[in-house]
């Protein structure tokens, strides 16, 4: 499978993005899926996951503010981020949890 991950820009504290991660090469509508992240010096932290049917389970420190879902029919994950934060600033990875397979990242910075 392949992963690409879009959505990341600069955007300033309280405001919002949407990233979507779009698999090929495999249908992943069984898969679990998720959302790392991976800030500068830090080491890389599960942000979001959501299994075949649509169960999600967030990190505590993004709960209430991301939203992890996923649309089959486009074979392609999403992760709503609201009320950003400058601890989010982040590269984030999309991640194929049965395959282990990783996307590229996209970079998601947030202003003070």
């Known amino acids: 499978v392949q992963l690409v991950e879009s959505g990341g820009g600069l955007v300033q504290a309280g405001g919002s993005l949407r990233l979507s991660c779009a698999a090929s090469?495999?249908?992943?509508?069984?898969?679990?899926m998720g959302w790392d992240r991976q800030a500068p010096g830090k080491e890389r932290e599960v942000v979001a996951t959501?299994?075949?049917?649509?169960?999600?389970k967030y990190a505590d420190s993004v709960k209430g503010r991301f939203t992890i879902s996923r649309d089959n029919a486009k074979n392609t994950v999403y992760l709503q981020m609201n009320s950003l934060k400058p601890e989010d600033t982040a590269l984030y990875y999309c991640?194929?949890?049965?395959?282990?397979?990783w996307g590229q990242g996209t970079q998601v910075t947030v202003s003070s």
């Open positions: 959501i299994t075949g049917v649509g169960s999600a």
């Open positions: 090469g495999e249908n992943i509508r069984f898969t679990p």
């Open positions: 991640k194929d949890w049965s395959s282990g397979a």
